[in-house]
């Protein structure tokens, strides 16, 4: 059930795109719930609101952010089809812990929190799945932080796209190819950087010849380069 490893010494490349691909959620789906149609922008839980249901997405992707006092944003994590959002709160106090927003145009199946529950507790599946999908989120929320706190845009994007490849990489004639797509705007939400900086770094990236685009996919063309871009300066940005 691994989607990633480790890359280098100390570095876990864990991507924080999460989109469980070989996830089978059967026994889950076939217990009573509505699938839902989620406009792009809307919040689908908002941080602090009770857990009444957990999604599982369908198609179309959900950032999930926390929101300080002030009402400031720290993008955490993006989670597309096969993934699921709410489970985490779902076993605390009942309250969630971040916001949940349609990047793009949702369709979700939508349980109640006690379905949610029974599924997890009856079926091994299911409850390994979801123990997955927790472990991630909580390695990919820990290296966000750090990320955000002490990294460069450069950096950022770097990393990102290196964790990328190592999750959801496969064999291209010019390198490894990310095999989801994604845009500059949610490039620059989890990388807590303007979409305009998201731009300039893929960009300069492309130019010293560690990117390139195919087919509205990336390619990553020197893996190794990149992995060191995300760890030092080399043009920092």
């Known amino acids: 059930m691994e989607t990633g490893g480790a890359a280098a010494a100390g570095e876990v490349f864990t991507s924080s795109w999460i989109e469980p691909q070989t996830f089978d959620w059967q026994a889950l789906r076939a217990r009573p719930h509505r699938v839902l149609r989620v406009g792009k922008g809307r919040a689908i839980f908002t941080q602090g609101d009770a857990v009444r249901h957990v999604y599982l997405v369908a198609e ?5 952010v926390l929101l300080s006092a002030a009402g400031q944003e720290k993008h955490l994590a993006v989670v597309g089809p096969q993934g699921m959002v709410g489970e985490c709160s779902a076993f605390l106090d009942g309250r969630h812990s ?24 009856q079926d091994p599946a299911t409850l390994g799945q979801v123990l997955w999908l927790a472990g991630s989120k ?9 990320l955000l706190s002490h990294a460069t845009a ?4 770097a990393h990102h796209l290196a964790q990328l490849a ?4 496969r064999a291209h004639a010019q390198g490894t190819a990310i095999g989801i ?4 705007q949610e490039m620059a939400n989890i990388t807590g950087i303007s979409r305009v900086m998201a731009s300039i770094v893929l960009k300069q990236f492309q130019q010293d010849g560690l990117v390139l685009r195919v087919q509205g996919l990336w390619v990553i063309r020197d893996i190794a380069n990149l992995r060191r871009r995300a760890v030092g300066p080399a043009g920092a940005v």
Not at 60 to 64: D, E, H, P
Not at 166 to 169: A, D
């Open 181 to 184: 797509a994604f845009t500059h």
């Open 138 to 146: 909580m390695r990919i929320y820990a290296m966000q932080n750090l």
């Open 98 to 121: 971040v916001t949940a927003i349609a990047s793009s145009a949702l369709v979700v199946h939508e349980f109640a929190r006690a379905e949610f529950q029974a599924a997890v507790a």
């Open 60 to 64: 179309g992707r959900v950032r999930l």
């Open 166 to 169: 190592q999750t959801y990489g």
């Open 154 to 157: 450069a950096q950022r994007v």
